[in-house]
């Protein structure tokens, strides 16, 4: 992967956000903390400082008083043991130095090495200067040193004198110096352990965000990997779907939508194939109007010539036998463009509401001749009416060339199914619009057709009956009826197996059509 891309990847985006915000975090978390840990150092060194002052200057009041350098020397050496302490500085009254210890002798030398600086201290409520100064690297504490005495001093020495008011007098200050040094230390101390728990929290957040991202990712590169193979066309596998999170919801709606897809171009491909074979079927249609138009014309020029031959030749009866043979051709020849024109679209129909049922009872006895000896016919009708705006004849008519068709199916015999039901048709059914529809199903035994044979089988003057046993025009009359009809016909077949014509005509609504069923038997009646 290029740096480019990588830097625009999900995996780096997410672990951008999350350092940069393990970095304000911490950021602020160790300002505040180096504040606070700051501060309470700070006021731990003052008390320090102030204490040693304290300490210091009341140790020392005699030998101030005395201005014995040697004593006050012990008493400045457990001062100086302190770690923090850099220099220690006692003065008389007139604030000269008495004595003056450091750690860095050798670098300030003696005697003056500790300023006293009054000017840089506060003054007590007393007047007295004490308090403290910080500098850049030190802080300095001093501490004045008070002498008690009594009024009556000489009797003091000699009797136990209690009650007397006593008055404090400076005689001295004393001067603690600390190093800052600590304070830089503890500094030091809470970046490092700081940086070192960012650095902690970085790589465990690292690991896991990796391992979340991967669990992340790994469905969404799926997920891709399958939206570009199928904007190529190809042929895809269902995303698996691991969780029920975002991303398993993402990749459930993912199926659905490709599910949806290929059921649409299921329907698609099916509607351009019924579009293809309209487009086909109105040309031959188109062709054998033509062609029945101009050939009636010829047959009723022929009829008028056979009519007036008749005429003139009715005491010859050895010549008009031939004249009855043209005249008997003439009317196949009738029958035949009959139904071209049927097949065309071009003879008119007279609908109405009729019952299914009646018109196959009625048509039986004609059903049970067309079936003849060899060939036995079951029919099963549904115990309600059903209503449908049909051509009687028409109905009749594809019935016939069903069962027709049926009987040439089987030579050796067999049996023909005929039954009816209502059926209802839900959204996504690829060739009929949803609705409720009157199924009318012949059936019969024989050998079945392969594919080659059921996608021409309602193709005109397509036959797989020898020559000069049938036309080609049965199934093509029952298409072309049906679908003057806005019905429609399915073949399942199978070689071996038989084969099951289905005609699917709108069902009248269940009021309307008994209202209107009942007027069909009263004027059948009459």
Known sequence: MSTDRFKESFSFNVFRSFAISILVVFTAFTA????????GARNDLCREGKMLADLLAYNTRTW????????????????MGQKNVL?????????????VETRKTEEQGAGNAVPFVPESFALDPGGKISGLVEREDTIDFIAPVYLETYGDAEEALYFDISGRESRQNVIGYVKVILDKEVLRREMRAILVRNALIAIVFLLAGSIAIYVAIKRVTRPLTRLALSVRSMGKGETIEKVPVESMDEIGRLAVDFN???????????????LEERLRHAQKMEAIGTLARGIAHDFNNILATLRGSIYLMEKKLQEQANVKQYTGQVHNSITKAQNLIRGLLTFSRTQTISSRPMDINKIIKRLQPMLDNIAGEDIGVNISLFEVPLMVLTDSMQMEQILMNLCSNARDAMPDGGVISISTRPETVPEGKQTLVPGKYAVISVGDTGPGMDEKVKERIFEPYFTTKDVGKGTGLGLSIVYGIIERHKGHIEVYTKKGEGTEFRVYLHLLDAQKGDAEGAAEAAAEEV
Do not use: H
Not at 32 to 39: A, M, V
Not at 256 to 270: F, P, V, W
């Open 32 to 39: 505040f903390f180096i504040y606070y840990e700051n501060r």
């Open 64 to 79: 101030v008083f005395a201005e014995n350098r040697e004593m006050l020397k012990d008493a400045v050496r457990g001062i």
């Open 87 to 99: 220099a220690v500085a006692i003065y008389n009254m007139e604030k000269k130095a008495l004595l």
């Open 256 to 270: 659905t939508m490709y599910e949806d897809l290929k059921k649409r171009e299921k329907e698609k491909e099916a």
